[in-house]
T-cell receptor, first 114, second 113 residues
Framework: AQSVTQPDIHITVSEGASLELRCNYS??????LFWYVQSPGQGLQLLLKYFSGDTLVQGIKGFEAEFKRSQSSFNLRKPSVHWSDAAEYFC????????????FGAGTILRVKS | DAGVTQSPTHLIKTRGQQVTLRCSPI?????VSWYQQVLGQGPQFIFQ???????GRGNFPDRFSARQFPNYSSELNVNALLLGDSALYLC????????????FGPGTRLTVL
């Protein structure tokens, strides 16, 4: 069965500092990988996705993520965090064998210090 | 273009009651999925519908049911509500291919008292 682990429940970074949010997945075949962001009381907004090809994926708002098959990881990065990035971030995995069903991690809450 | 819309925004029910949540997908999208997000957790897959047919079902009891209409909108029904059904219910739409991105609506916050 597919599973996603986000080891960090909370992360606090200073504004302007770099950010890395970790995501590890468990799945036997080639997964499709996603990062979504959720502001309080809101739905999910897609930041970026990986289906195939270049393992470094660029997304919106200056975010990027790197797929590392050997480590079963898909970590999200941003070189310089803005106060508006404070939100909850979810990593998700899908697979063709499971249709369009997404399996989400538990999320990482990002707090930005000014 | 309008995104995914859901109604109502908030809902309060008591145990044992029934509830219906509604979702309108992005224009042109034929697939709708439902997810339940309990406070402090990631969303969990409930159902997927494509062209009015159920394409996938998550590990939820039979109290949960859904349907998709000819205009591709969808309803999620939950019977015999339990306190544990309190959650944010998210609807997502996608075009049709397996690899198509799912776009989420703002959700319906259900509180069961």
């Amino acid at each position: 069965a597919q599973s996603v682990t986000q080891p960090d429940i909370h992360i606090t970074v200073s504004e302007g500092a770099s950010l890395e949010l970790r995501c590890n997945y468990s799945y036997g075949a080639t997964p499709y990988l996603f990062w979504y962001v959720q502001s309080p009381g809101q739905g999910l907004q897609l930041l970026l996705k990986y289906f195939s090809g270049d393992t470094l994926v660029q997304g919106i708002k200056g975010f990027e993520a790197e797929f590392k098959r050997s480590q079963s990881s898909f970590n999200l990065r941003k070189p310089s965090v803005h106060w508006s990035d404070a939100a909850e971030y979810f990593c998700a995995v899908g697979a063709q064998e499971y249709g369009n069903k997404l399996v989400f991690g538990a999320g990482t809450i990002l707090r930005v210090k000014s | 273009d309008a995104g995914v819309t859901q109604s109502p925004t908030h809902l309060i029910k008591t145990r044992g009651q029934q509830v219906t949540l509604r979702c309108s997908p992005i224009s042109g999208h034929k697939s709708v999925s439902w997810y339940q997000q309990v406070l402090g957790q990631g969303p969990q897959f409930i159902f997927q519908y494509y062209e009015k047919e159920e394409r996938g079902r998550g590990n939820f009891p039979d109290r949960f049911s859904a349907r998709q209409f000819p205009n591709y909108s969808s309803e999620l029904n939950v019977n015999a509500l339990l306190l544990g059904d309190s959650a944010l219910y998210l609807c997502a739409s996608s075009s049709q291919r397996i690899t198509d991105t799912q776009y989420f609506g703002p959700g319906t916050r259900l509180t069961v008292l």
